[in-house]
């Protein structure tokens, strides 16, 4: 599975921006779908997952209400709607994608991974 992040960009506290994940190679449907982000000298951290089952959507504890997942199946595509962003959003944003049907948020476990899009949110 290829995993193609984009989206990112520089906006003002408060704005919104949509991240989207195009995925190929793969069956997209059979995969838990994860949105992570790490922010300079930070540990990559959960934001969102979706589930391939159900389309059940979790959330960390700090955009929860704020952000929201979403999924496009015919497209291969989920998509990460932010808004009211805070500058302590600014980080690389990952796309991920995990097989299996036990739900986990544990970065480790996620198999593929895209290659990260640049969010940037001033005060």
């Known amino acids: 599975v290829q995993l193609q992040a984009s989206g990112g960009g520089l906006v003002q506290a408060g704005g919104s921006l949509r991240l989207s994940c195009a995925a190929s190679g793969g069956t997209f449907r059979r995969y838990d779908m994860g949105w992570f982000r790490q922010a300079p000298g930070e540990e990559r951290e959960f934001v969102a997952l979706i589930r391939w089952t159900g389309g059940s959507t979790y959330y960390a504890d700090s955009v929860k209400g704020r952000f929201t997942m979403s999924r496009d199946s015919a497209k291969n595509t989920v998509y990460l709607q932010m808004n009211s962003l805070k500058p302590e959003d600014t980080a690389v944003y990952y796309c991920?994608?995990?097989?299996?049907?036990?739900?986990?948020?544990?970065?480790?476990?996620?198999?593929?991974w895209g290659q990260g899009t640049l969010v940037t949110v001033s005060s």
């Open positions: 991920a994608a995990r097989r299996g049907t036990i739900l986990s948020a544990l970065k480790n476990e996620f198999d593929y």
